[in-house]
């Protein structure tokens, strides 16, 4: 990772730690009043993100965060999902297709529609995980994979 794949964001002090990953949620009303909601505010909304680093230990005061905020590095966080079995090569660059069967009953419907992902994303296979075969209620042959940026 290089450092132009990371950003500088603030996050509650609490929550700041290395490895933490989070989905973005975007601005909240209790934002619009603060003086530090551009460095905040930078990711993208619905997206997950992960702490790379604690830029400095000095606390921020926060309308959210009691606690106050940090800043830190993050860097968009690999997502597990499913990929349809023929596209599931380690290495691989896909763009991002969630299955299309709709079942939202199945055990494995959130690892085949993950939060964080979009229809279309760009994306790279980083590590073939686990057949679905004998999971997917749809009969989909789908394969677990991670994804990167």
């Known amino acids: 990772m290089t450092e132009s794949d990371t950003k500088i964001t603030l996050i509650g002090s609490r929550l700041a730690r290395e490895g933490l990953e989070f989905i973005f949620k975007g601005e909240m009303p209790e934002c619009k009043k603060c ?6 505010l930078n990711l993208e909304p619905g997206r997950r993100y992960k702490v790379v680093r604690i830029k400095s230990n000095d606390i921020h005061e926060c309308f959210l965060h009691d606690s106050g905020v940090l800043a830190v590095d993050v860097s968009r966080a690999p997502i597990t999902t499913s990929v349809e079995s023929r596209k599931a090569v380690q290495g691989a660059k896909i763009m991002y297709e969630p299955a299309k069967c709709g079942k939202r009953e199945c055990a494995e419907y959130e690892t ?3 939060e964080g992902l979009i229809k279309g994303d760009k994306c790279k296979i980083v590590e073939v995980l686990e057949s679905l075969d004998s999971k997917c209620e749809a009969g989909i042959s789908l394969k677990k994979v991670k994804l990167a940026w």
């Open 112 to 114: 085949c529609h993950p």
């Open 35 to 40: 003086r530090l909601k551009n460095t905040c």
